[in-house]
Nanobody, 127 residues
Framework: QVQLVESGGGLVQVGGSLRLSCLASGRTFNRYAVAWFRQALGEEREFVAVINWTGEGTDYADSVKGRFTISRDNAKNTAYLQMNSLNLEDTAVYFC????????????????????WGPGTQVIVSS
């Protein structure tokens, strides 16, 4: 059974940084792309970033481009989301997800393409 577990969330001030981790188990992690999504209170879940199976291809939402960096360490079955220059609009629960694709595709911005999700980690950005 595939399991994804996020960690690293917390409370941070505007302009600060956090690094989220997503630890995977239950299948061959390095065959599949990994994505991060987020959901603010009362809002729809939205795409943040995705990384392909090798770690050499990435895609970002416009709202985080230049501030967030997605990466992975296949030897550790872990993906990361480095978040810098955080602002109030980044406050949300952050989820990692995996589906059945290894390569990047535009459809990977759609949450419906993912079969497995972690429980999420809360990020709160305060002023």
């Amino acid at each position: 059974q595939v399991q994804l577990v996020e960690s690293g969330g917390g409370l941070v001030q505007v302009g600060g940084s956090l690094r989220l981790s997503c630890l995977a188990s239950g299948r061959t992690f390095n065959r599949y792309a990994v994505a991060w999504f987020r959901q603010a209170l009362g809002e729809e879940r939205e795409f943040v970033a995705v990384i392909n199976w090798t770690g050499e291809g990435t895609d970002y939402a416009d709202s985080v481009k230049g501030r967030f960096t997605i990466s992975r360490d296949n030897a550790k079955n872990t993906a990361y989301l480095q978040m810098n220059s955080l602002n109030l609009e980044d406050t949300a629960v952050y989820f990692c997800a995996q589906g059945s694709l290894g390569i990047l595709a535009p459809s990977l911005r759609n949450s419906g393409r993912y079969d497995y999700w972690g429980p999420g980690t809360q990020v709160i950005v305060s002023s």
